[in-house]
């Protein structure tokens, strides 16, 4: 069964850091391209990260570049999001998705709240 699953969520302040992981089961991440998005109630989804599978490029939009870190643990079948220097405009629910052809997976979502 595929399944993508986020943790790490939670309330942190402003400047803090938080780690989300989207552990995958029932595909392996290296061969999907991996994405975060978030979406802020009212707000259209927003892409944040991207890591691309097999060799692992990656991407951010500018609204995160040089704050987040998307990486991948191949063994732990796993996809972080690494954020820094949290702002209050980041409070959001987080999400991953995977994609590889015809296959689009999202993952339930992690909520963030950034507040002090």
């Known amino acids: 069964q595929v399944q993508l699953v986020e943790s790490g969520g939670g309330l942190v302040q402003p400047g803090g850091s938080l780690r989300l992981s989207c552990a995958a089961s029932?595909?392996?991440?290296?061969?999907?391209?991996m994405r975060w998005y978030r979406q802020a109630p009212g707000k259209e989804r927003e892409f944040l990260a991207q890591i691309t599978s097999g060799g692992g490029n990656t991407n951010y939009a500018e609204s995160v570049k040089g704050r987040f870190t998307i990486s991948r643990d191949n063994a732990k079948n796993t996809v972080y999001l690494q954020m820094n220097d949290l702002k209050t405009y980041d409070t959001a629910e987080y999400s991953c998705r995977a994609t590889r052809w015809t296959r689009d997976y999202w993952g339930q979502g992690t909520q963030v709240t950034v507040s002090s």
């Open positions: 029932g595909f392996t991440v290296s061969m999907y391209n």
